[in-house]
Structures are given as C-alpha cells and as structure tokens.
C-alpha cells in the first residue's frame, strides 16, 4: 500500500516567510509524529498527534512552530518568520495507534532551505 | 533525559567482511530499541526492533541486533556486508513516551 507522502520534497524561502509543509501518513493509522533531521545529525522529535490532537508538543523549538492535524489524517507544519536555523529535513511518520511498541513509517521528508 | 550515542560516524569496509555498529543509551526505565537504515536517495526505513523477550533479534537483509541490559547496548551485527548495504544508519530509543531518541547516525559505505 501507499507509504507516507510529503509535500512539497523541496523547499526554498527567504528568512522572515511563512512556510507550510505537509504529510500525508499510512491510511488508518491513528498516530502521526514531525521531527527534524539538521546536517550530521539523527532525527529530532518535534510533535506527536493521536487523532486530531497534538498529545505531545515537547519538542517545538519555539512559537514559531505550529502543527494541525483538522480531520485526524493529514497533517501540515507551519513554521513563522523564517530563520535561517530552521534549515533541515523534515520529516513525518505514522504509526498504527500510537502505542509504545509501534512501528513508526517515515515518510520522504521536505527539505526546508533559509536563504 | 534520554540519550543516544553511536560509537561511530563513519565506517568503510570491503565487501564480505562482518560489520558491528555500536549504539549505547542513557535511560533508566524500559526501552524498546529500533535500528532504521537509510539508503541513498530513500527515506529512513526500519530495520529490526526489541521490545522484550529474546534479546537476540533478527531483522531484515541479514541483520541482528542484541540487546545488552547490563552495557545499555543495542549493538548491529552482519556477519557478511554486501555493496548494496550502503546506507545510514540510526539506532533509536523509545521510552515511556511517543518520541523516537535517535543517534547521529553511521555512516557505512561498502566498497566492492
């Protein structure tokens, strides 16, 4: 079946814009999850939805960090005022329920460019 | 907190020899361990996981992986590398929370 989709694959903004990034998990699985992957390094976790909450926001750098999920399945990241730090992959995952022994499906990633 | 440290950055071996990546945690309470892998150009894709039981754990294309409670080790094993196991790869750790704890990765390249 279909994986998890991102779009777009490629984004390039000016410091200071407003960006949008989407996922689009595995259908019927309950549980979606953003990170973060800068150069050299491993995946940050950013958010975690069951549903259409956010259950776990721990890791949004700051306020200008905003996730939904409306409908309980796609989701999109939005990220305010732009800063050249926010340069990464960012990638999402589904999982089936949520639960602590799931199996967590990447998707693709965006990579996000801050000029 | 929890933390996550793979021993190596990058490793380059022939092909056939036997590969072991060591990945080492920081948490106090019950974990579940994951190896993904990233081939070139794909996205992060599991490659095995413990959650309990034998702590020897077979995973995908030849792969193990055991779980030491005493060493907070989860180390990766393949006793014969193929040029086609060129990839990244990350060792993660779940606690009693959603959010996967992964390293900084290894980078392997697998020469012919």
């Known amino acids: 079946g279909a994986g998890v989709s991102q779009t777009p694959s490629n984004k390039v903004t000016e410091k200071g814009k407003y960006v949008e990034l989407r996922c689009d998990p595995i259908?019927?699985?309950?549980?979606l999850y953003w990170y973060r992957q800068s150069l050299g390094q491993g995946p940050e976790f950013l958010i975690y939805?069951?549903?259409?909450?956010?259950?776990?926001d721990s890791g949004l750098p700051n306020d200008r960090f905003f996730a939904v999920r409306p409908e309980g399945s796609v989701s999109t990241l939005k990220i305010q005022r732009t800063e050249r730090g926010d340069s990464a992959v960012y990638l999402c995952?589904?999982?089936?329920?949520?639960?602590?022994?799931?199996?967590?499906?990447f998707g693709p990633g965006t990579r996000l460019t801050v000029l | 907190a929890q933390s996550v440290s793979q021993h190596n950055h990058h490793v380059i071996l022939s092909e056939a020899a036997s590969l072991e990546l060591g990945c080492n945690y920081s948490?106090?309470?019950?974990?579940?361990l994951f190896w993904y892998v990233q081939y070139p150009g794909q996205h992060l894709q599991l490659l095995l996981k413990?959650?309990?039981?034998?702590?020897l754990v077979k995973g995908i294309k030849g792969f193990e992986a055991e779980f030491i409670k005493s060493k907070f080790s989860f180390n990766l094993r393949k006793p014969s590398v193929q040029w086609s196991d060129t990839a990244e790869y990350f060792c993660?750790?779940?606690?009693?929370?959603?959010?996967?704890?992964f390293g900084k990765g290894t980078s392997l390249l697998v020469t012919p």
């Open positions: 995952a589904s999982s089936l329920t949520g639960g602590l022994t799931d199996t967590q499906y």
């Open positions: 259908s019927g699985h309950t549980a």
């Open positions: 939805f069951q549903g259409t909450g956010a259950a776990d």
């Open positions: 948490y106090g309470g019950t974990v579940n």
């Open positions: 413990y959650f309990s039981g034998d702590p």
């Open positions: 993660a750790v779940k606690g009693s929370g959603y959010a996967l704890n």
